[in-house]
Antibody, heavy 121, light 108 residues
Framework: QVQLQESGPGLVKSSQTLSLTCSVS??????????WSWIRQPAGKGLEWIGR???????NYKASLKSRVSISLDASKNTFSLKLSSVTAADTAVYYC?????????????WGQGTLVTVSS | SYVLTQPPSVSVAPGETATITCAEN??????VHWYQQKPGQAPVLVVY???DRPSGIPERFSGSKSGNTATLTITRAEAGDEADYYC????????????FGGGTKLTV
């Protein structure tokens, strides 16, 4: 079955760019109806969707993050990536990658294990 | 904006039935999905499209929707069900697109 694994620096300096990669195994990132997504969760808080990329490269982002976010896909490596610029302490969170399934609606299954990113001053 | 309201906490005795609600005025027009998140772990999908269960999820987990409220029901609750539960919808009529509820801590 499809499995996802996040990777990237666990510590990012304030004002710099956070970069994470999600490796997909057990299936093709070019799968129809799959939207590859990033979701984050600050410690002790709820889930926040960041955005998604489709196999065509098309993207959608949460409106409040749109000016700072870029999600891209590399089909040759079966990976997709997140870049979040101008980070602050408020961006400290566990970052999850997930497969989004678009049918009548849109949901996430499965999720990666998550990776903690801390923004330091 | 679209806000999904969940109770912060729900308690249930082992073997009893737990109900977790997710409310919003227009939820009847949306498909609701539910996730279970145990401490230190990633969320796991337990119900999608209001009431469908992914393979591998026990039949004890079920979803329903009526009026302005969606409900996740867990029958014969077990200690292993203790977790945070989140509802989620897709709202392509707003800038938010994906909306999660605030989460409910289930104590068994």
């Amino acid at each position: 079955q499809v499995q996802l694994q996040e990777s990237g620096p666990g510590l990012v300096k304030s004002s710099q760019t956070l970069s994470l990669t999600c490796s997909v195994s057990g299936g093709s990132i070019s799968s129809v109806s799959s939207y590859w997504s990033w979701i984050r969760q600050p410690a002790g808080k709820g889930l926040e969707w960041i955005g998604r990329v489709y196999t065509s490269g098309g993207t959608n982002y949460k409106a409040s993050l749109k000016s700072r976010v870029s999600i891209s896909l590399d089909a040759s490596k079966n990976t997709f990536s997140l870049k979040l610029s101008s980070v602050t302490a408020a961006d400290t969170a566990v970052y999850y990658c997930a497969r989004g399934i678009a049918d009548q609606s849109f949901w996430f299954d499965p999720w990666g294990q998550g990776t903690l990113v801390t923004v330091s001053s | 904006s679209y806000v999904l309201t969940q109770p912060p906490s729900v308690s249930v005795a082992p073997g009893e039935t737990a109900t977790i609600t997710c409310a919003e005025n227009n939820i009847g027009n949306k498909n609701v999905h539910w996730y279970q998140q145990k401490p230190g772990q990633a969320p796991v999908l337990v119900v999608y499209d209001d009431s469908d269960r992914p393979s591998g999820i026990p039949e004890r987990f079920s979803g329903s929707k009526s009026g302005n409220t969606a409900t996740l029901t867990i029958t014969r609750a077990e200690a292993g069900d203790e977790a945070d539960y989140y509802c989620q919808v897709w709202d392509n009529s707003s800038d938010h697109l994906v909306v999660f509820g605030g989460g409910t801590k289930l104590t068994v």
